[in-house]
């Protein structure tokens, strides 16, 4: 453990080394930057295909394995769509009705309690509803409005078409990761779940007879969830609804004007009263915040889409023709269709591996069934939110090319824009949603990092208050400074969690077939 705790500072080193001449975030930045740029710079190298066109080598394990899981499972993504509606509904919660159940199954590795579906009567500790809420508020966020923007903008109103069959065959993805995620977990005596790629990683391919390799995808995966859940998930987020906040509230002229650390301090304080109660207290704050905030955004969509109802054929055609003969778009088809893939990957992170941890954590004995709900979250994130907001930029004019360089805060405000032109006041109620969105998804990947931290520190209330305590103290540091290097670093790990999840994912896709084929049977039980 000392070791552990050793190395983690060591690589934190860097970060404490400044020059007296320069501000505090900028030391940290360059110094950070320095260490971590060739990490960055292999996770998101573009291979270079045209003149014009790059892309990122992440987006092929994850759009080929995606597609792979879609025919191997038999269109699971299509055929299973309205099952899984009817589980997050409820209709088959009688399967999950049953009395406690000895210990059973394979040991985990290091001794730990024996992994099981029901320990002394626990089976989980929320709902699929829940489990489903908290994924998706993982997810939905900053990327659906920021980034679709500039997908759009690169790629024209063609890039949507392909963002849809991305997210489309993403779900295929996210069936497979959180049907693992559940099968392998661990449940401890009180009902506390830890699961995820660390522990499918480990125990399933120990079944394989590989077992060191599972050991190193795992300790690879969780130091790439924790270094995730500190940037993307928690600095990234707080940073970018400062700077909206900032904006709405007057700029140069608003009272929070560089007082970032004051933002960052009531937000850590609000995070931190939520994820001390762990999943259960995320969970009933997700449950709340996710179809507000979805049903909010999707609803002014509706109206724009109402009010300019004339238009929306025409849309529907630019995204059409735009995917397969764009013309005056840089890069021609190909170029359409990476921006599109690109958008749809980055944003639901099928594949990646992290929803998997939330959906652990559910009430059922029927591993399959999570992950059949689990195959919502991309047609939520994607084909519903992303969608509504580029069709919303392409009728209100706001596909041009001119705002491809464009940064993730100014993105913000087109879209804000886009929606002001026909709601005068929405700007405002966008505002509040991307705190909300970035809350949640701060939450949420609070709970992705603290289960990375716990399966490398151990699982003590020590350690787990330590993590907690670091994670809010990165609130406030990502809505005070600007700290590119740390961010860009942190969505590195993000991304590199693919590959030890994706190798993971191909090689136990039999044992997901099985489970999916108990369940499928138990349903027919109930229908009979």
């Not at 630019?318 to 690109?342: D, Y």
């Not at 509504?388 to 004019?397: P, Q």
């Not at 330590?466 to 590195?492: E, N, P, R, T, W």
Request: proline share 3%.
């Amino acid at each position: 453990m000392k070791h552990r705790l050793l190395s983690l500072f060591t690589l934190l080193l860097p970060i404490c080394t400044f020059a007296q001449e320069k501000g505090l975030d900028q030391q940290i930045d360059e110094a950070f930057g320095n260490a971590t740029g060739w990490f960055v710079d292999f996770i998101f190298y573009q291979i270079p295909f045209t003149e014009d066109i790059s892309v990122y080598w992440v987006l092929f394990p994850l759009i080929i394995g995606a597609t792979y899981f879609t025919f191997y499972f038999k269109l699971i993504n299509f055929r299973g769509f309205f099952t899984s509606i009817n589980i997050v509904r409820g209709k088959y919660d009688e399967l999950d009705h049953h009395e406690a159940l000895p210990m059973k199954g394979d040991p985990t590795p290091g001794d730990d309690i024996r992994e099981t579906i029901a320990v002394e009567g626990h089976s989980g500790e929320v709902s699929h509803f829940q489990a489903l809420t908290a994924a998706l508020s993982g997810t939905v966020g900053l990327g659906n409005i920021a980034g679709v923007a500039i997908a759009v903008s690169i790629g024209g109103a063609g890039a949507t078409f392909w963002m849809i069959v991305a997210g489309l065959l993403g779900m295929a993805s996210k069936f497979v990761e959180c049907t693992l995620g559940v099968k392998y977990r661990d449940i401890e005596a009180d009902g506390t779940v830890y699961g995820g790629p660390m522990y499918y990683l480990v125990k399933g391919l120990k079944t394989k007879g590989l077992e060191k390799l599972g050991k190193v995808l795992a300790v690879l995966f969780a130091i790439f969830v924790i270094g995730g859940s500190f940037g993307g998930g928690n600095m990234f987020q707080v940073n970018q609804a400062f700077q909206l906040v900032e904006h709405m509230t007057g700029g140069e002229n608003s009272f929070l004007y560089q007082r970032g650390w004051l933002f960052g301090i009531v937000m850590a304080v609000f995070v931190g009263i939520v994820i001390i109660g762990g999943i259960k207290k995320i969970a009933k704050v997700t449950d709340k915040i996710v179809p507000f905030m979805v049903v909010i955004y999707v609803g002014a969509s509706i109206f724009v889409l109402v009010a300019r109802y004339d238009m929306i054929g025409d849309a529907f055609m630019q995204i059409i023709n735009g995917a397969f003969s764009p013309e005056g778009v840089v890069g021609g088809a190909i170029g359409v269709l990476v921006q599109g893939f690109r958008r749809a990957a980055f944003s639901n992170e099928a594949g990646v591996g992290s929803a998997s941890i939330a959906h652990s954590a559910v009430r059922t004995k029927y591993a399959a069934s999570e992950g059949m709900v689990a195959l919502l979250e991309p047609f939520v994130d994607t084909v519903v939110v992303c969608t509504m907001t580029a069709v919303v930029l392409i009728i209100t004019g706001n596909v041009n090319p001119e705002n491809a360089t464009l940064n993730d805060a100014q993105a913000i405000l087109l879209t804000s824009g886009a929606f002001e032109s026909v709601i005068s006041w929405f700007p405002y109620v966008l505002t509040i949603a991307v705190v909300l969105f970035a809350f949640s998804t701060m939450i949420s990947w609070s709970y992705y990092g603290y289960q990375g931290w716990a399966f490398l520190f151990g699982r003590n209330k020590k350690m787990e208050y330590v993590y907690k305590a670091i994670f809010c103290l990165f609130v406030v540091i990502g809505s005070a400074a600007g700290l590119g290097s740390v961010v860009g670093f942190s969505d590195a790990m993000i991304f590199a969690m693919m590959v030890p999840n994706m190798i993971g994912l191909v090689i136990l896709a039999p044992k997901v077939r099985d489970e999916l084929t108990k369940y499928v049977a138990a349903i027919k039980t109930i229908r009979k």
